[in-house]
DNA sequence: TCAAAAGTGTTAAGTTTACACCCATGA
DNA sequence: TCATGGGTGTAAACTTAACACTTTTGA
């Protein structure tokens, strides 16, 4: 019994976190200006190592934390990549998360310790390792995902206009949408609510302002067959 | 540098296979009943470990032609698993692959060897450590995949009856599908071919036989936006 | 001759898309 | 007063869903 495991080897495990932002009516991703070997000076995910008796998903929590100062994030695994040579340092097979943060509420110099910085999605520098990879993995996934799930409002404040929403969507999508089609579709989904709040800071009528209702999302879904 | 990876943790790393096989209208699992320790007279997925200098999908490709007998089968990555306890031998982390087989050719010497059965899918008993898991999430995956790219035929011979089609589609999506409505779907898809042969074994009257062509599926996507 | 599976079209309902103007306000 | 973003409804096009009978043939 002891033999059916060490006759096998060993590998270091690590997780790399996708970190999506929305501002300014595009996604962007926290990546690290990397300050220390291997691949100083190139551009990165932030990553770390499982640790012992420490679970997975954990660790990639843990890592999210050590550069956001933020938990209760939405987090969700793309995937896992074993290439051998992945990482030329050494064997470490490495397990994508991607998480949707509000990008106005973060710790600043925790980031800038880490010396990471916001990149619009669209104008990524080359990456590390597989790291594109795992880019475009959780892109799609992502993508996939916030077209059957209200997931989105993660990346935005806790209140939000409707023109802010459908940025947003679109962004996502990378396509646009009709305006008047996207208000009906929001009009009937009874767990965006209008807060009676308005919004003056982005124009001059003032737009009013929306929130997600969770309890009511859930309850909706009952009904969905 | 080499203090970066070494003051990690290492880990085992496995690899769990989902094997779909489709016969007699339902969608079945090739499971094993344990001849072995860990978990030995219980039912498990088949398993293996990463070996040094094996990239990480050619360990699954390795552990299911060890049971079937097959390669170049379709196989996609379901997710990774790594709670700390998961396997209560030690320390691993398991990625699980789902792959599509068709029920009719496979080693059956080998399988016997390996003491593994067909189980209907809504039939499972219990499984080993978080195999559960990895089955439910396998078929999520493989749900959501066959919905968007004809996967499917891996799971049928190379020619088929429309009503064999028809039913591999009810297992999959776990409801029926309007006869007429389906032929109809069929029909536009110029990448299910006639082949003009008769398969007299299911009807007295005898059914078309068709079959799936990769290159036009190919072609058909380069229309599709 | 009849049981059993194969094959075949039409219509209604529902969903999606396209489209243009008025409103409120602060500068 | 006007520039800016907010807000609103309808009709056509398209897609999906519902539905029942005839054909073939081996036993």
């Known amino acids: ?57 954990d660790a990639a929590k843990r890592v999210l934390t050590e550069l956001t100062g933020l938990t209760n994030v939405f987090m969700e695994q793309v995937g896992s990549f074993g290439q051998v040579n992945r ?21 600043r110099s925790l980031v800038e310790e880490h010396n990471a910085y916001w990149v619009k999605i669209n104008e990524l520098p080359t990456l590390l390792f597989d ?44 396509e646009p949408i009709d305006k008047r089609n996207f208000r009906k579709r929001v009009a009937e989904m009874s767990y965006i609510e209008k807060t009676g709040l308005i919004d003056k800071l982005t124009s001059r009528r003032g737009a009013a302002l929306y929130k997600f209702n969770e309890a009511k999302y859930q309850e909706s879904l009952k009904f969905r067959l």
């Not at 033999?3 to 999506?20: G, L």
């Not at 470490?92 to 710790?107: G, K, M, Q, W």
């Not at 997931?151 to 935005?156: E, K």
Request: aromatic share 12%; glycine share 8%.
């Open 1 to 57: 019994m002891q033999q059916y495991y060490s006759q096998h080897p060993r590998f270091y495990h690590a997780v790399d976190c996708i970190i999506f932002g929305f501002s300014g009516g595009e996604l962007s991703l926290l990546l690290l200006k990397r300050k220390f070997n291997p691949g100083k000076g190139e551009w990165s995910l932030m990553g770390g190592f499982v640790q012992e008796g420490e679970n997975m998903d």
């Open 87 to 107: 990482d030329p340092g050494e064997r470490v097979i490495s397990t994508a998360y991607y998480a949707l943060i509000n990008i106005n509420e973060y710790d």
């Open 131 to 174: 790291h594109q990879q795992m880019v475009d993995r959780a892109r799609l996934v992502m993508k996939v995902q916030a077209a059957m799930q209200p997931i989105s409002f993660n990346l935005l404040p806790e209140h939000f206009t409707l023109t802010q929403l459908q940025t947003l969507y679109e962004a996502i999508n990378g």
